[in-house]
C-alpha cells in the first residue's frame, strides 16, 4: 500500500498559515479541500474572521471564505459555518473589528472555528502567523489553541528563507507540527541560483513544495495530494516536523 492510499483517521485538522499576508493561503487551503472532499471526507472549512469584505446584497460577502466553501462542496447557504465575523475595513482583524465598536477576543475566534466531531477541519488564519487576529491573539495563538498540524505558506523569492525559518521556529516553540511548507508564486524571472526550495528542506527537514507563479489548481491539486497522508494526521503529543 503506498503512502497515499494508506487509510486515514476518522477525523482531523489542518491549520493553514503563511509568513505574510497575501501569499496565497487561501489557494492552497482550497486546494487541500478538493483532495480531502475528492477522497470521500466530510470536509469543515473555516475561515472564522475576514476583514476587507465588500457588500453582496446588502451583505458584507467574505470572498476568501467563499471559496473555501465552494472547494469544500458546501452550498452558499452554508456559508456563515464557515465565516462568522465579516469585517468591512481591508485591515488586520484586530483592528477592524475594534473599529467598528465590535473587538474580537480569541474564545471567540476558537468558538467560530468548531467542526463536527467526524469532519476534517480546515482552518484558514489571517495574515502571517504573528499577526493579530483579535484583542488577546495572534494567528499564531488560533493555531495553538485548535492544535490541528500547520500548513506554512510562503512566496518563493528573495528573503522568504528568514520568515519562513522564523516562522517554524516560533511553530517549533509552540509544540504545533509542522505537515509542509509551500513556496507559492515562484517568479519566472527569478534568479537561476536561488534555491529557496533545497535550503528550507535541508535547514528545516521538512517536505518542501514548489508553486509556479501561474500554477494550475488541478496542478496544484496533483502535488499536494501526493503528501496527503502526511498533511491530515494529528500530531502527535510533543512532536513536530
Known sequence: MSTSDAPLPRAGGLFVTATDTGVGKTFVACSVARIWRARGLNVAPRKPVESGCSLREGQRFPEDAALLAAAAGLAPERLSEVNRYRLAEPLAPDLAARLEGSPL????????????????????????????????????????????????????????????????????????????????RRRPDAHPAMDNRAE????????????????????????????ISSMVRPPEPGSIG
Open 105 to 184: 477576543h480569541l474564545a471567540d475566534l476558537v468558538a467560530a472555528s468548531a467542526r463536527p466531531a467526524d469532519a476534517w477541519r480546515i482552518t484558514e488564519g489571517a495574515g502571517g502567523l504573528y499577526s493579530p487576529l483579535c484583542e488577546d491573539g495572534l494567528n499564531a495563538d488560533l493555531a495553538e489553541a485548535l492544535g490541528d498540524p500547520v500548513l506554512l505558506v510562503a512566496e518563493d523569492r528573495l528573503g522568504t528563507l528568514s520568515g519562513c525559518l522564523l516562522a517554524l521556529e516560533a511553530l517549533d516553540r509552540r509544540g504545533l507540527r509542522v505537515v509542509a511548507v509551500v513556496l507559492n
Open 200 to 227: 528550507l528542506a535541508r535547514r528545516s527537514g521538512l517536505p518542501i513544495l514548489g508553486l509556479s507563479e501561474d500554477a494550475a489548481a488541478a496542478a496544484v491539486d496533483q502535488m499536494l495530494s501526493a503528501s
